[in-house]
């Protein structure tokens, strides 16, 4: 089992700037991609954001050029900067894990309030 604990979520104006960080509760040494989802009221889920244990990212079209995902894999970490902050960015996010092992294990984060007052 693992543990995904998030912080950094809260309230900040338009156009400012917030750090999440994500961490696991033990190390992951098989390959696996961390990332951000976000859910606000009445929408599904997306994912914002993935980084690959190798280092590969991706991101959602409406956050690429404002919102950065960086990992530290020898802590199973995972940091999503988001700059340049909208509206529309306010929802719950949620940090996830899916490691490559023959059970397919995936892990959720409780989630971390980001309110975005315009």
């Known amino acids: 089992q693992v543990q995904l604990v998030e912080s950094g979520g809260g309230l900040v104006q338009a156009g400012g700037s917030l750090r999440l960080s994500c961490a696991a509760s033990?190390?992951?040494?098989?390959?696996?991609?961390m990332g951000w989802y976000r859910q606000a009221p009445g929408k599904e889920r997306e994912l914002v954001a993935s980084?690959?244990?190798?280092?590969?990212?991706n991101y959602v079209d409406s956050v690429k050029g404002r919102f950065t995902i960086s990992g530290d894999g020898a802590k199973s970490t995972v940091y999503l900067q988001m700059n340049s902050l909208k509206s529309e960015d306010t929802a719950v996010y949620y940090c996830?894990?899916?490691?490559?092992?023959?059970?397919?294990?995936?892990?959720w984060g409780q989630g971390t309030q980001v309110t975005v007052s315009s």
């Open positions: 033990r190390r992951i040494f098989s390959r696996n991609v």
């Open positions: 996830n894990m899916k490691i490559y092992n023959p059970d397919g294990d995936q892990y």
């Open positions: 980084i690959s244990s190798s280092g590969s990212t």
